[in-house]
């Protein structure tokens, strides 16, 4: 955010701030440890976006140019942002699904891992092949712990001298440390502290990207290339959150908000806060960490075993090796006792995450982890973990929603079609 970041708030809470670290843009302003009441009237417990305020919240480098273009901010994993613009939710979601949706996702955790031993030390810490993977190619990843439960999800892009990693900002300093514990003496581990993260999601999204550099257009879904973008130096990925074609950004923080506003002056591109981000990854049966997976999940229940590669499993060339190998291969063998699952309702009462699931016998067999309306489903739509015997697509099951019991059925995700470009 350049200059930006050292001006004081006028907000009495944000009487405050100044630049964490000397390279950093990023930058905190004191804050009152409470919770701030979440979109949709749903209440901070329940919130996908609303976390306790810390004393301190940080700041993105585009923090200001959200408050310029009339954002409704709240405290989300330590930083203080967008969950919607004067649109609202509904129609950023909707113009997300038809034309291009400008996502400042800066607060996650941007990493290099650098040297010849950095792919075969990551492999100790994931159950996915990162050893095979291509220059330029992008990677879907698990961090396990002992039990086999999920310490985070991330994404890993190979460059020309390093991996490329991006972290969930809930769980960026538990991960950085996390790395620098166990594969810190193999490799180099540098935080990008001084970059912002844009995402610009939908069907219109490469049409708009392409003015400003026409070279993005060669990009299939999950991979990635270095390109100038408003004379900054970027690395984009295809890929994204929302189920749509599009692209993630990574830009120096100087230069993040020329950047954004240049992709804000597109025909087709509008601002979109967390709300909509929320519901439109809801719609795509795309997890939120801390809710639909944590450490208590498996990769195997949360149904995410396609990330791991067969090299990586029971049998492959470099079979195991990372934490929970054993857990997770006795459940890829045998099963698991419970599964995450799709769920459909049939009444316009939303069911929220921690609703109870009964099976038609009244009998308890699981909980919502994700809830809410989907616009684009036009219906009330869900995922939870079940008993592996209530798991089946098309199983009745009823959801306790302030004592009263609404149907729900078993459903395949996405709710609504997935629509990455594969060339």
Request: aromatic content about 6%; some cysteine; charged content about 20%.
């Amino acid at each position: 955010m350049g200059a930006a970041a050292t001006r004081r708030h006028t907000r009495p809470r944000h009487a405050g701030h100044h630049t964490l670290g000397s390279r950093g843009p990023i930058s905190q302003v004191p804050g009152t440890a409470r919770a701030t009441p979440c979109f949709n009237g749903w209440p901070p417990s329940e919130c996908p976006v609303s976390h306790p305020t810390p004393d301190v919240l940080l700041h993105t480098p585009l923090h200001a140019l959200h408050r310029a273009i009339g954002a409704r901010m709240v405290p989300f994993a330590g930083y203080d942002m967008p969950v919607q613009y004067p649109a609202g939710i509904l129609a950023e979601h909707k113009h997300t699904r038809s034309a291009a949706g400008l996502f400042d996702v800066s607060h996650m955790g941007q990493l290099r891992l650098t040297g010849a031993d950095a792919a075969a030390a990551l492999e100790t810490l994931v159950p996915v092949d990162v050893v095979d993977l291509a220059p330029f190619k992008q990677r879907y990843a698990l961090f396990t712990n002992a039990q086999g439960g999920i310490l985070d999800d991330l994404m890993i892009t190979r460059r020309e001298s390093d991996l490329f990693v991006v972290v969930n900002a809930a769980c960026k300093a538990q991960d950085i440390a996390h790395l620098r514990a166990h594969i810190g003496a193999r490799c180099g581990i540098e935080v990008l502290s001084d970059h912002a993260l844009l995402a610009l999601q939908g069907p219109q999204a490469a049409t708009a990207l392409a003015r400003l550099a026409p070279a993005v257009t060669q990009l299939t879904f999950m991979t990635g290339m270095h390109v100038t973008l408003e004379g900054a130096p970027c690395f984009v990925t295809r890929s994204g959150y929302t189920g749509e074609d599009g692209f993630e950004i990574s830009v120096p923080g100087t230069h993040a908000e020329g950047l954004a506003r240049a992709l804000l002056a597109q025909p087709e591109v509008q601002p979109v806060g967390l709300g909509a981000r929320d519901t439109l990854r809801l719609e795509a049966g795309l997890c939120l960490y801390g809710h639909d997976i944590d450490t208590t999940t498996t990769p195997v229940e949360a149904a995410l075993t396609w990330a791991m590669q067969k090299v990586r499993r029971a049998g492959g060339a470099r079979a195991g090796g990372y934490p929970g190998a054993a857990v997770i291969d006795a459940q890829l063998a045998t099963g698991a006792a419970r599964k995450r699952v799709g769920l459909l309702g049939r009444e316009k009462l939303p069911v929220r995450e921690g609703a109870e699931l009964f099976d038609a016998d009244g009998k308890a067999v699981g909980r919502v982890t994700s809830g809410g309306f989907g616009p684009t489903a036009n219906a009330c739509i869900a995922m939870g973990y079940v008993a592996a015997a209530s798991a089946a697509l098309g199983t009745e099951l009823f959801a306790d929603v302030r004592g009263k019991r609404l149907p729900m059925t078993v459903s395949a995700m996405p709710f609504a079609p997935h629509r990455y470009f594969r060339g």
